[in-house]
Protein backbone atom coordinates (compact mmCIF):
# COMPACT_ATOMS: atom_id res chain seq x y z
CA UNK A 1 0.00 0.00 0.00
CA UNK A 2 1.55 3.66 -0.98
CA UNK A 3 1.34 6.29 1.84
CA UNK A 4 -1.57 8.18 -0.62
CA UNK A 5 -3.64 5.13 -1.85
CA UNK A 6 -6.59 6.82 -0.06
CA UNK A 7 -8.03 10.17 0.74
CA UNK A 8 -8.23 10.14 4.14
CA UNK A 9 -5.38 9.71 6.79
CA UNK A 10 -5.44 8.12 10.39
CA UNK A 11 -2.50 9.65 12.51
CA UNK A 12 -1.47 6.89 15.03
CA UNK A 13 0.65 8.28 18.29
CA UNK A 14 1.58 5.13 20.36
CA UNK A 15 4.68 5.37 22.98
CA UNK A 16 4.73 4.17 26.41
CA UNK A 17 2.79 5.27 29.77
CA UNK A 18 4.33 8.89 31.08
CA UNK A 19 5.81 9.31 27.87
CA UNK A 20 3.87 12.46 26.91
CA UNK A 21 1.20 11.55 24.48
CA UNK A 22 -1.46 13.60 25.85
CA UNK A 23 0.50 16.62 25.45
CA UNK A 24 2.34 16.45 22.36
CA UNK A 25 -1.42 14.69 20.74
CA UNK A 26 -3.21 17.96 21.58
CA UNK A 27 -0.60 20.02 19.96
CA UNK A 28 -0.83 17.99 16.97
CA UNK A 29 -4.88 17.59 16.45
CA UNK A 30 -4.58 21.74 16.96
CA UNK A 31 -1.84 21.63 14.35
CA UNK A 32 -3.62 19.72 11.70
CA UNK A 33 -7.43 21.07 13.31
CA UNK A 34 -8.66 17.51 14.42
CA UNK A 35 -10.06 15.30 16.41
CA UNK A 36 -9.00 13.06 18.80
CA UNK A 37 -9.52 9.39 19.45
CA UNK A 38 -8.16 7.68 22.73
CA UNK A 39 -6.93 4.22 22.53
CA UNK A 40 -6.51 3.88 26.67
CA UNK A 41 -8.54 0.79 27.75
CA UNK A 42 -8.19 2.43 31.21
CA UNK A 43 -9.29 6.07 30.57
CA UNK A 44 -12.37 4.76 28.87
CA UNK A 45 -13.70 3.96 31.80
CA UNK A 46 -15.39 7.02 34.12
CA UNK A 47 -14.84 5.79 37.44
CA UNK A 48 -10.90 6.18 37.14
CA UNK A 49 -9.40 9.15 36.95
CA UNK A 50 -6.51 9.69 39.38
CA UNK A 51 -4.78 6.79 38.66
CA UNK A 52 -5.43 6.38 34.51
CA UNK A 53 -3.97 9.88 34.56
CA UNK A 54 -7.02 10.88 32.17
CA UNK A 55 -6.33 14.45 30.60
CA UNK A 56 -7.42 17.31 32.20
CA UNK A 57 -10.83 19.65 32.08
CA UNK A 58 -8.38 22.25 30.25
CA UNK A 59 -6.83 19.76 28.30
CA UNK A 60 -9.97 17.99 26.81
CA UNK A 61 -11.50 21.55 26.74
CA UNK A 62 -8.92 22.49 24.03
CA UNK A 63 -9.40 19.43 21.95
CA UNK A 64 -12.65 17.37 21.21
CA UNK A 65 -11.42 13.72 22.62
CA UNK A 66 -13.18 10.67 21.84
CA UNK A 67 -13.45 7.44 23.86
CA UNK A 68 -12.69 9.09 27.32
CA UNK A 69 -15.06 8.14 30.35
CA UNK A 70 -17.58 7.28 28.20
CA UNK A 71 -18.00 3.69 29.72
CA UNK A 72 -18.45 2.02 33.20
CA UNK A 73 -16.56 -0.51 35.02
CA UNK A 74 -19.30 -2.86 35.26
CA UNK A 75 -19.57 -2.53 31.31
CA UNK A 76 -18.24 -5.36 29.35
CA UNK A 77 -16.00 -4.19 26.80
CA UNK A 78 -12.78 -5.14 24.76
CA UNK A 79 -11.07 -4.49 21.58
CA UNK A 80 -13.04 -6.14 19.65
CA UNK A 81 -15.96 -3.71 20.48
CA UNK A 82 -13.58 -0.40 20.54
CA UNK A 83 -12.19 -1.63 16.77
CA UNK A 84 -16.27 -1.65 15.76
CA UNK A 85 -16.53 1.61 17.59
CA UNK A 86 -14.05 3.62 16.00
CA UNK A 87 -14.34 2.32 12.53
CA UNK A 88 -17.90 3.46 12.62
CA UNK A 89 -16.50 7.09 14.23
CA UNK A 90 -14.00 7.20 11.64
CA UNK A 91 -16.59 7.21 8.75
CA UNK A 92 -18.54 10.25 10.24
CA UNK A 93 -15.06 12.10 11.61
CA UNK A 94 -13.55 11.92 8.07
CA UNK A 95 -16.86 13.23 6.47
CA UNK A 96 -15.58 16.56 7.86
CA UNK A 97 -11.77 15.79 8.43
CA UNK A 98 -9.29 14.78 5.88
CA UNK A 99 -7.08 13.61 9.04
CA UNK A 100 -7.98 12.09 12.45
CA UNK A 101 -5.65 11.67 15.46
CA UNK A 102 -5.36 8.69 17.70
CA UNK A 103 -3.61 8.59 20.78
CA UNK A 104 -2.87 5.74 23.52
CA UNK A 105 -0.84 3.23 24.92
CA UNK A 106 -3.31 -0.06 24.63
CA UNK A 107 -1.15 -2.01 22.32
CA UNK A 108 -4.59 -4.38 22.00
CA UNK A 109 -6.54 -1.57 21.15
CA UNK A 110 -4.52 0.02 18.57
CA UNK A 111 -3.94 -3.35 16.95
CA UNK A 112 -7.47 -3.93 16.40
CA UNK A 113 -7.99 -0.30 14.93
CA UNK A 114 -4.73 -0.17 12.86
CA UNK A 115 -5.12 -4.39 11.62
CA UNK A 116 -8.12 -5.66 12.86
CA UNK A 117 -8.37 -8.66 15.23
CA UNK A 118 -10.29 -11.76 14.75
CA UNK A 119 -14.15 -11.89 15.11
CA UNK A 120 -14.59 -13.75 18.14
CA UNK A 121 -18.20 -14.52 19.89
CA UNK A 122 -19.35 -11.70 22.52
CA UNK A 123 -18.78 -13.52 26.25
CA UNK A 124 -22.32 -15.33 27.60
CA UNK A 125 -22.28 -13.82 30.73
CA UNK A 126 -23.48 -16.95 32.15
CA UNK A 127 -21.09 -19.04 31.50
CA UNK A 128 -18.15 -16.73 32.37
CA UNK A 129 -19.62 -16.21 35.85
CA UNK A 130 -19.84 -19.94 36.29
CA UNK A 131 -16.24 -20.26 34.99
CA UNK A 132 -15.44 -17.76 37.30
CA UNK A 133 -16.79 -19.47 40.75
CA UNK A 134 -15.44 -22.79 39.35
CA UNK A 135 -11.70 -20.47 39.54
CA UNK A 136 -12.37 -19.12 42.86
CA UNK A 137 -13.43 -22.66 44.20
CA UNK A 138 -10.23 -24.57 42.61
CA UNK A 139 -7.67 -22.70 41.52
CA UNK A 140 -5.85 -22.05 38.45
CA UNK A 141 -5.42 -25.30 38.49
CA UNK A 142 -9.22 -26.07 37.11
CA UNK A 143 -8.56 -23.27 34.51
CA UNK A 144 -5.35 -25.00 33.44
CA UNK A 145 -6.72 -28.11 33.23
CA UNK A 146 -10.08 -27.19 31.10
CA UNK A 147 -8.12 -25.47 28.48
CA UNK A 148 -5.27 -28.31 28.28
CA UNK A 149 -8.51 -29.77 27.02
CA UNK A 150 -10.45 -28.38 25.02
CA UNK A 151 -7.09 -26.45 23.14
CA UNK A 152 -4.22 -27.93 23.49
CA UNK A 153 -2.59 -26.22 20.89
CA UNK A 154 -3.06 -22.46 22.65
CA UNK A 155 -2.69 -24.32 26.10
CA UNK A 156 1.36 -24.76 24.85
CA UNK A 157 1.33 -21.04 23.71
CA UNK A 158 -0.35 -19.18 26.76
CA UNK A 159 0.89 -17.80 29.10
CA UNK A 160 -0.47 -20.00 32.12
CA UNK A 161 -0.34 -17.59 35.15
CA UNK A 162 -2.77 -15.54 33.33
CA UNK A 163 -6.27 -16.74 34.42
CA UNK A 164 -8.12 -13.81 32.31
CA UNK A 165 -6.36 -15.06 28.99
CA UNK A 166 -6.89 -18.85 29.76
CA UNK A 167 -10.83 -17.38 30.67
CA UNK A 168 -11.32 -16.19 27.23
CA UNK A 169 -9.87 -19.41 25.91
CA UNK A 170 -12.08 -21.48 27.60
CA UNK A 171 -14.95 -19.53 26.74
CA UNK A 172 -14.67 -18.92 23.15
CA UNK A 173 -14.25 -22.54 23.20
CA UNK A 174 -16.95 -23.80 25.07
CA UNK A 175 -19.62 -21.29 23.08
CA UNK A 176 -18.06 -22.30 19.83
CA UNK A 177 -17.67 -25.79 20.41
CA UNK A 178 -14.20 -25.43 18.52
CA UNK A 179 -10.52 -24.75 19.86
CA UNK A 180 -10.11 -21.12 20.50
CA UNK A 181 -6.65 -21.49 18.42
CA UNK A 182 -8.79 -22.52 15.57
CA UNK A 183 -10.93 -18.83 15.50
CA UNK A 184 -7.21 -16.81 15.08
CA UNK A 185 -6.60 -16.22 11.83
CA UNK A 186 -3.59 -13.10 12.90
CA UNK A 187 -4.45 -11.74 9.31
CA UNK A 188 -4.80 -7.97 8.86
CA UNK A 189 -7.93 -6.30 7.66
CA UNK A 190 -7.98 -3.76 5.03
CA UNK A 191 -8.60 -0.41 5.48
CA UNK A 192 -10.22 2.85 3.35
CA UNK A 193 -7.95 4.82 4.94
CA UNK A 194 -4.08 5.28 5.03
CA UNK A 195 -2.30 4.90 8.60
CA UNK A 196 0.50 7.07 9.27
CA UNK A 197 2.42 5.61 13.14
CA UNK A 198 4.27 7.71 15.11
CA UNK A 199 5.73 6.32 18.48
CA UNK A 200 7.64 8.32 20.93
CA UNK A 201 10.11 7.49 23.70
CA UNK A 202 12.84 8.39 26.04
CA UNK A 203 15.90 7.57 27.71
CA UNK A 204 14.87 4.43 30.19
CA UNK A 205 16.47 7.10 32.87
CA UNK A 206 14.12 9.87 32.08
CA UNK A 207 10.96 7.49 31.10
CA UNK A 208 11.52 6.10 34.78
CA UNK A 209 12.08 9.44 36.39
CA UNK A 210 8.92 10.09 34.74
CA UNK A 211 6.85 7.56 35.98
CA UNK A 212 7.99 8.14 39.70
CA UNK A 213 6.61 11.63 39.27
CA UNK A 214 3.57 11.06 37.92
CA UNK A 215 2.76 8.31 40.62
CA UNK A 216 3.84 10.61 43.40
CA UNK A 217 1.68 13.49 42.17
CA UNK A 218 -1.51 10.21 41.58
CA UNK A 219 -0.96 10.14 45.31
CA UNK A 220 -0.56 13.33 45.99
CA UNK A 221 -4.14 14.44 44.29
CA UNK A 222 -6.09 11.40 46.22
CA UNK A 223 -5.93 8.25 44.64
CA UNK A 224 -5.93 6.70 48.21
CA UNK A 225 -9.65 7.79 48.31
CA UNK A 226 -10.15 7.08 44.46
CA UNK A 227 -9.77 3.78 45.52
CA UNK A 228 -11.51 3.44 48.15
CA UNK A 229 -14.74 5.06 46.65
CA UNK A 230 -14.31 1.95 44.83
CA UNK A 231 -14.25 -0.76 47.23
CA UNK A 232 -17.66 -2.04 45.93
CA UNK A 233 -16.97 -3.06 42.64
CA UNK A 234 -12.92 -4.01 43.27
CA UNK A 235 -13.70 -7.29 41.60
CA UNK A 236 -13.67 -6.13 37.68
CA UNK A 237 -10.86 -6.59 35.95
CA UNK A 238 -9.94 -2.61 35.36
CA UNK A 239 -9.41 -2.85 39.24
CA UNK A 240 -7.32 -5.56 39.58
CA UNK A 241 -4.53 -3.30 37.36
CA UNK A 242 -1.85 -0.93 38.77
CA UNK A 243 -2.52 1.73 40.47
CA UNK A 244 -5.58 -0.12 42.04
CA UNK A 245 -4.36 -3.44 43.35
CA UNK A 246 -1.71 -2.27 45.39
CA UNK A 247 -3.82 0.32 47.17
CA UNK A 248 -6.56 -2.21 47.79
CA UNK A 249 -3.67 -3.85 49.02
CA UNK A 250 -2.81 -1.17 51.84
CA UNK A 251 -6.30 -0.86 52.10
CA UNK A 252 -6.85 -4.12 53.43
CA UNK A 253 -3.91 -3.82 55.46
CA UNK A 254 -1.44 -6.14 53.92
CA UNK A 255 0.98 -3.55 53.00
CA UNK A 256 2.20 -0.28 54.33
CA UNK A 257 1.35 2.68 52.28
CA UNK A 258 4.84 3.32 50.96
CA UNK A 259 5.27 -0.52 49.42
CA UNK A 260 1.84 0.75 47.47
CA UNK A 261 3.27 3.49 45.96
CA UNK A 262 6.48 1.57 45.39
CA UNK A 263 4.96 -1.24 43.69
CA UNK A 264 2.82 0.66 41.99
CA UNK A 265 5.86 2.79 40.34
CA UNK A 266 7.69 -0.80 39.76
CA UNK A 267 4.19 -2.42 38.16
CA UNK A 268 3.99 0.64 36.02
CA UNK A 269 7.73 0.66 35.08
CA UNK A 270 7.35 -3.18 33.99
CA UNK A 271 4.31 -2.10 31.88
CA UNK A 272 6.33 0.51 29.80
CA UNK A 273 8.46 -2.05 29.41
CA UNK A 274 6.14 -4.14 27.72
CA UNK A 275 4.19 -1.41 25.77
CA UNK A 276 8.21 -0.66 24.02
CA UNK A 277 8.70 -4.22 23.35
CA UNK A 278 4.85 -4.40 21.60
CA UNK A 279 5.45 -1.15 19.73
CA UNK A 280 8.66 -1.78 18.70
CA UNK A 281 8.17 -4.89 16.83
CA UNK A 282 5.81 -2.85 14.41
CA UNK A 283 8.69 -1.99 11.76
CA UNK A 284 6.50 0.59 9.84
CA UNK A 285 6.54 3.12 13.42
CA UNK A 286 8.67 5.74 13.05
CA UNK A 287 10.40 6.66 16.47
CA UNK A 288 11.08 10.52 18.13
CA UNK A 289 11.49 12.26 21.21
CA UNK A 290 8.03 13.34 22.83
CA UNK A 291 10.09 16.87 22.48
CA UNK A 292 10.51 16.49 18.29
CA UNK A 293 7.19 18.51 17.97
CA UNK A 294 8.86 20.04 14.39
CA UNK A 295 10.36 16.66 13.32
CA UNK A 296 7.34 14.80 13.82
CA UNK A 297 4.74 17.25 12.08
CA UNK A 298 7.45 17.09 8.76
CA UNK A 299 7.49 13.81 9.00
CA UNK A 300 3.56 13.20 9.04
CA UNK A 301 3.02 15.88 6.79
CA UNK A 302 5.26 13.89 4.40
CA UNK A 303 3.00 11.05 4.61
CA UNK A 304 0.04 13.00 3.62
Given at each position: M????????????????????????????????????????????????????????????????HFIKCKSVRDYYNASMFEFEVLGLLQELF??????LMVGGSTLYVDAVCHGIDDLPTVDMNLRNQLM??????????????????????YR????????????????????????STLLTASHKKRNFNIIKVGINLSRDELFD????????????????????LQYTREVNALKTFGYR???AYLDGDISIEQAIEQIKTNTRRYAKRQITWFSRDKTMSWFHPDQTEKIIEYINSRL
Open positions: TANQYNNHLIVLVGPTAVGKTKLGITLAKYFRTEIISADSRQILRELQIGTAVPTNEELRQVKHQQYSTVQKYKEEGIEYLRHQLKLLDPEHKVDLRNPNRMLKAIEVSLMTGRPYRINQRVDQMIANGLVEEVSNEIF
